[in-house]
C-alpha cells in the first residue's frame, strides 16, 4: 500500500476519508441513496470495511442516546485517545493510544429516518497498520459467527473446528482460538445465569525436557515403591538439569548418586541414555553458553506433531482430510504470528513506558521487552552475560552502562531475531525456464521408447485431470474356494 505523509507528519493511509465518503455519496453506497445510511449499522459496516481497506481500525468514541433511540455516534481511530491509569493491577496491561487526532461523527435524522456521516478530523498521526489480525476490533466476531459458535458448541464440535467452519465461511476472518473460547466462555456464563464456573487448579508441566521426562517415567517409575521415592527423584532431576554452573551440576550429581544408591539401574539409565551422550544439550550449564533465543525445548518435531493429533481428533484419517488439517494448524499459527507482531508494533505496555526503552518500544517483540526489564532488575555483579549470550538481548551490565550514562538502549544491540515484526514477501518473479531446457536436453537425448515414458508425465503436469496410472483392481472377498465350477474357470483365466 503506498503510503502518504505531510509535512507535519500526518498520515492519511494512502486515501483521503473525505473522498471515500463523497466517493460513496455518489455510488449511493449508503444503501439510502446519496450520502446517507439506512441504519447505523449500514453506516459502521462501511466505516470499518473502508478502515480495513486502508490499513487503520475505525471504533466508537461515544455515542449519544435521545428519547430512547442512538442520535449520534463519534468514531475515532483505535489508536486515538490518551490512556489514564485508573488503579494498578497485576496483570500485565498496555495501550495502543497515541492520541490519534482521526474522528468522524454520524448523525440519525429521525424527521427523515436515515444516518449521515461527516469527516472531522480526516488525518492519522501513525502509520497504517501491517496486520489487521493485531487490531481487536478485527478479530471480534461478527453476531451470525457468536450464533454459530452457541449453537457448534452445544453439538459438541471442538473450537479449532469451529474456528475453521468460521474461516470458510469469511475468508477475510482474522479471528484466533482465543476469540473462539472467549465467546464459549460467555455463552456458558449466560446459560449458568452469571454464575462463574469452578476454577480447575492444576500446574502445568514444563515444555523444557518433556521428551526426556516421558522417557525417563516409561524406563524408571517401576523401580520406585513409593509415590514419595518417586517425587523426590523427580525433583532432584529437575534440579541438576537446571543447574547454571559446571560446579553446581557436580554438587547436584552427588546428592543424585547418594539418592539412588539403592536404585542402581535408574542411575545407570540416565547415565547411558543422557548424560554421557547429551548432558551439553538439555543441562542448562551448558544450554545457556549458546545462542537459542530461549528455545530450548527438546521436541519441537513431537510437540508439533501432538498439536497437529488434537487437530485430527480421530483414531484414523484419511490422505485428504489429513492435508485439510494440516493446513489448518498452519494457518491457525499463521494467524497467532501476525496478532502477536501487530501488538509488538501498536500496543505500548505499561511495564515498558520507560525512558529507557524508549527507543525499542514498537520495533521489537513484546517478549523481548520482557527479558530486558527482568535482566534491569538484575545486579550487575550477579551478571554472568547469559542474556546477552543466550537470548541476543543487553544484559545486566550493559543495561547498567546505559543507565549509568543516562541514555536509551539502542536499537542495534538487540539482535535482528526480535526485530522481525513482519512476515517475508517473496516478490521475485518464478520461472521455469532452465528446467523447461534441462528437459528438452534429457528429452532430446532418450532413445523413442524412453520419450514415449516421459510424455505421459509431462501431461499429468500440465493437465491433472489425465491420469495414465490407474488403481489397481481390489477383489472385496478373496479367501475360501468358489462356490460354483464357473467361478473356478473364471478366477483361473
Request: overall charge positive; charged content about 30%; glycine content about 6%.
Amino acid at each position: 500500500m503506498m503510503m502518504i505523509t505531510d509535512d507535519d507528519g500526518a498520515f492519511d493511509g494512502g486515501g483521503d476519508w473525505g473522498c471515500r465518503v463523497e466517493e460513496m455519496g455518489e455510488r449511493g453506497g449508503g444503501g439510502g441513496g446519496g450520502d446517507v445510511f439506512k441504519s447505523r449499522e449500514k453506516l459502521m459496516e462501511w466505516v470499518r470495511n473502508t478502515g480495513r481497506s486502508l490499513s487503520y481500525a475505525i471504533v466508537t468514541k461515544r455515542s449519544k442516546t435521545k428519547n430512547g433511540y442512538v442520535s449520534k455516534v463519534v468514531l475515532m481511530c483505535d489508536r486515538g485517545g490518551v490512556y489514564k491509569s485508573v488503579k494498578e493491577s497485576s496483570k500485565a496491561t498496555g495501550s495502543r493510544k497515541i492520541n490519534c487526532p482521526f474522528e468522524m461523527v454520524g448523525k440519525y435524522s429521525k424527521e427523515n429516518g436515515y444516518w449521515t456521516l461527516k469527516v472531522k478530523h480526516g488525518e492519522h498521526n501513525h502509520p497504517p497498520g501491517e496486520y489487521m489480525e493485531g487490531h481487536p476490533i478485527f478479530k471480534r466476531l461478527k453476531p451470525n459467527e457468536h450464533q454459530l459458535v452457541a449453537e457448534l458448541t452445544g453439538k459438541h464440535v471442538l473450537p479449532k473446528d469451529i474456528l475453521g467452519m468460521i474461516k470458510e465461511c469469511d475468508e477475510n476472518n482474522v479471528s484466533t482460538i482465543k476469540n473462539i473460547y472467549n465467546a464459549r466462555d460467555k455463552i456458558r456464563a449466560k446459560e449458568h445465569k452469571g454464575k462463574s464456573l469452578m476454577e480447575m487448579l492444576m500446574s502445568h508441566l514444563q515444555d523444557k525436557g518433556w521428551h526426556i521426562s516421558q522417557s525417563i517415567f516409561r524406563n524408571c517409575k517401576e523401580s520406585f515403591t513409593t509415590e514419595r521415592d518417586w517425587n523426590s527423584f523427580n525433583v532432584m532431576w529437575n534440579v541438576l538439569v537446571e543447574s547454571q554452573t559446571w560446579t553446581s551440576f557436580l554438587q547436584y550429581y552427588k546428592q543424585l548418586q547418594s539418592m539412588l544408591i539403592h536404585h542402581q539401574d535408574v542411575l545407570d539409565y540416565l547415565n547411558s541414555t543422557w548424560l554421557n551422550k547429551y548432558k551439553e544439550m538439555f543441562v542448562f550449564v551448558w544450554t545457556n553458553e549458546c545462542l537459542h533465543f530461549g528455545n530450548q525445548t527438546t521436541n519441537r518435531v513431537e510437540s508439533q506433531h501432538a498439536k497437529l493429533k488434537r487437530f485430527l481428533n480421530l483414531a484414523n484419517c484419511t490422505l485428504d482430510k489429513f492435508i485439510g488439517h494440516v493446513d489448518e494448524v498452519v494457518n491457525s499459527q499463521y494467524t497467532i504470528v501476525k496478532d502477536s507482531f501487530e501488538k509488538s508494533r501498536t500496543v505500548v505496555m505499561h511495564k515498558h513506558n520507560l525512558p529507557m526503552l524508549k527507543l525499542l518500544r514498537g520495533f521489537i517483540s513484546h517478549e523481548a521487552l520482557d527479558i530486558i526489564i527482568a535482566e534491569r532488575r538484575l545486579n550487575r555483579s550477579h551478571c554472568r552475560c547469559q542474556v546477552r549470550k543466550c537470548y541476543a538481548l543487553p544484559c545486566a551490565c550493559e543495561i547498567s552502562k546505559y543507565k549509568k550514562a543516562g541514555q536509551s538502549i539502542p536499537l542495534d544491540s538487540v539482535d535482528e531475531f526480535w526485530r522481525k515484526l513482519e512476515l517475508p514477501v517473496h516478490c521475485e518473479d518464478i520461472t521455469c525456464d532452465v528446467e523447461l531446457e534441462s528437459f528438452k536436453k534429457a528429452f532430446d537425448n532418450r532413445s523413442k521408447p524412453g520419450k514415449k515414458s516421459l510424455l505421459p508425465k509431462l501431461k499429468e503436469i500440465t493437465n491433472p485431470s489425465i491420469r495414465f496410472v490407474e488403481e489397481p483392481d481390489v477383489k472385496e472377498n478373496t479367501r475360501g474356494r468358489p462356490a460354483t465350477k464357473s467361478k473356478q474357470k473364471n478366477r483361473t483365466l
